[in-house]
DNA sequence: CACCAGGCAAGTA
DNA sequence: TACTTGCATGGT
């Protein structure tokens, strides 16, 4: 297995090469974003963001502060906007009353009871923890996606039904947990699922992993 | 028109 | 534990 892992990253980035991920100007915008994404599409939540900026409504403490109904309001392109204004400001109370709203003091904690606590919060499960963890806090952590999954089950390399931590397992355990390898691994299985590994479409000609 | 998008929680059996 | 459903906008 940790043969055809590595050779599947290579085979991806030579093909697709770096994706220079997470599409943010900050690691408070990583995060809001990873909560805004969940089952939606990445151009819908660029607008939501785009609302936030334009408004300079984008910073812990405005988001802490600001109604549920208006932040609602604000990231309304995102879809799931009622619900995802109510994780927001379960985030945002995790992230002010006990990391003081500050990202760096929050990236000291031991990355495994970060895992936990972020876990605990309403609206943040495994993949959006890890995401947080990865790519705002530059913890070497592995994310996994529905891409990952369809992508590994499709070239028999995991049985559909493998869980979160199973595929995750799979990759930390067969890799080196380096930052820069699990950041640009996952977004290039992203790469691959967007524009290839479709999903009502099992066959995928074009696939670079062959 | 149908289907999809960088999930998660809550309800049911 | 293992399924099912609601959440919602915008693109193809």
Known sequence: MKKELNSIYKKLYSFFGP??????DEPFEV????????????QNVERAIGNLKKNKSLSPGKMYKMPE????????PSGYYNIKAKRLKAFLKFFTEECGADFRRMAKADTAILRRQLL????????TADSMLLYALNKPVFV????TKRILSR?????????????????????????KLFNEYHALLVKLGKDICLKN???CNLCPLK
């Open 31 to 42: 995060m809001v974003g990873a909560i805004l994404t969940q089952n939606t599409n990445w």
């Open 155 to 179: 070239h028999s390399l995991i049985k559909e039904g493998f869980d979160y931590q199973e595929v995750q397992n799979l990759f930390m355990q067969n890799l080196k947990n380096e930052v």
């Open 120 to 127: 605990s919060v309403n609206g943040i499960g495994p993949e």
């Open 144 to 147: 996994v996606d529905a891409y």
């Open 69 to 76: 109904k208006k932040l609602g309001q604000f990231i309304r």
């Open 201 to 203: 479409k099992p066959r």
């Open 19 to 24: 994706q220079y991920w997470w599409p943010a």
